[in-house]
């Protein structure tokens, strides 16, 4: 006689968790990807005003012949340090999420503590940051950045070293083009990371409560 009871309300937990895990994607898709597609894809933003920059003050002197490989050092220095500042941002946000999602991963698997005490994912006398940071891949992500910075670093040197002399907005545009190539490439990464790290977390938390 208690079977029919039984099973209905298993059926009504795994529901709410079901409905719990497909907020919590939502909350990925509409909080955590925005912030971090727009974080990231700042850098190529901040990168083309660098270089807008730098080809205006080559502009105020039209008598002297531009001095590319200085300029493309400068570029390079300038350049590298937006993207590790920008890169460090985003990995501050990726271990937000981590937590975040952590906390809620385990409070809709255990039914807000109903079905036993909602795990935690460091080893007793560790810090929780450290298991944290491991979940975030930030590695990872440095790594996909930088390939794409080269690429694009790659891609402007080109475009500058064709550019005539008399106009310089003529190198801006197409360098324009591949910033906006490289914003929409960084935007990938970093959708693709979030996605990566949000179900490497829910994996992590639940084979702790198996």
């Excluded at 402007?156 to 801006?172: I, K, M, N, S």
């Excluded at 545009?173 to 591949?178: F, L, N």
Aim: proline letters at 5%; one cysteine or more.
């Amino acid at each position: 006689m208690n079977a029919p009871t039984t099973d209905h309300a298993k059926q009504w937990f795994l529901g709410l968790i079901d409905q719990g895990l497909n907020l919590q994607w939502l909350s990925l898709k509409a909080q955590w990807e925005p912030a971090l597609t727009k974080a990231l894809g700042q850098a190529a933003d901040d990168c083309l005003a660098i270089l807008r920059q730098e080809l205006a003050a080559l502009a105020v002197d039209p008598d002297t012949p531009p001095d590319w490989p200085a300029l493309m050092a400068r570029l390079g220095r300038a350049w590298a340090k937006v993207v590790g500042t920008r890169s460090e941002a985003v990995k501050a946000l990726l271990l937000a999420m981590v937590k975040e999602v952590v906390e809620d991963t385990g409070r809709i698997l255990t039914i807000n503590g109903l079905a036993g005490a909602a795990p935690a994912l460091h080893q007793p006398g560790q810090d929780p940051r450290q298991a944290y940071e491991a979940l975030a891949g930030g590695a990872a992500l440095d790594q996909a950045v930088a390939k794409s910075f080269v690429e694009f670093a790659g891609g402007v040197r080109v475009e500058l070293r064709q550019a005539p002399e008399a106009d310089l907005a003529e190198p801006y545009r197409r360098c324009q083009a591949a910033g906006l190539r490289w914003r929409g490439r960084l935007e990938m990464i970093a959708r693709t990371v979030a996605h990566e790290v949000f179900n490497r977390v829910r994996i992590a938390v639940s084979q702790r409560l198996r």
